[in-house]
Structures are given as C-alpha cells and as structure tokens.
C-alpha cells in the first residue's frame, strides 16, 4: 500500500515494510519492537492484525525516548550517580515527548473519524444510487 498523505504536512505509514524502512531496520525488527518495548504501532478497527498504521511523528518521538533512557543510563560520572541537572533534563525531555505522543494521537484520532465520516457517507450515497 505504502505513504499515504492524509493532510498537507502528515504523512502515515501503512505497511510493516515502509515502518522499517523508515526505521531503517527488518520488518521483524520493528514487529519485534512493537511487542516487546511498545513501538507506536495503530491497527485500523475492524481489520486484520496483519493491517498497521504508523505516523513518522510518533516513531521519532518513541525512538528520541528510548535514546534518551538509555543515555541516562549510561551517563555516569566516576561515582555512579547523575547530575542533578541531567535528571531534570531527561524528565523534562520524557514529559515533552510523553505531550508530543498525546498531541499526535489526538489528531490522528481526529483525523480517523473525519475518514469514516467520510466513508460513510459514500457508502450511503452508494446505496441511494443502487436503490434508484
């Protein structure tokens, strides 16, 4: 299926193939990642499982958190222990990417109930046809 453009600036993937290749991994990779560590997968209501949808926005800001958890494990300073102000920042950045999910889910949320709206009322002007 691939890209589809829904608004002038929103693009979602719909393929486990375009998740990875924007992943830039194997589509069991990102299959993988979706089951163990929660990758930002939506699956359309009432389809198979096998039917994703994904939007890059969600991807980065799930990929900048898992970078950005795993640094601060990472970022110790002889002692063990993390600057105050590294912690801060991490939270800070967490709290930011945690808005960033919630503001995109909104508006995809949105936008799925202007397709079906959408598609409804072809549906219905598809059996007004067929009654006529």
């Not at 926005?57 to 799930?62: F, G, I, K, T, Y």
């Not at 960033?100 to 009322?121: D, G, M, P, S, W």
């Amino acid at each position: 299926m691939g890209t589809q453009t829904v608004s002038q600036n929103t693009a979602i993937l719909t393929s486990w193939k375009d998740i990875a290749r924007y992943m830039g991994k194997g589509v069991r990779t990102v299959q993988r990642w979706e089951m163990d560590f929660g990758l930002p997968v939506r699956r359309p209501q009432g389809s198979n499982k096998k039917a994703v949808l994904a939007r890059p926005s969600d991807l980065d800001a799930w990929l900048a958190l898992r970078c950005t958890s795993r640094a601060q494990q990472h970022d110790h300073h002889g002692n063990g222990s993390v600057p105050q102000y590294s912690k801060l920042a991490w939270l800070h950045a967490q709290i930011e990417t945690a808005r960033k999910l919630h503001e995109n889910n909104i508006e995809l949320a949105t936008q799925v109930r202007q397709q079906l709206a959408e598609l409804r009322r072809q549906v219905l002007e598809l059996r007004m046809h067929k009654e006529h």
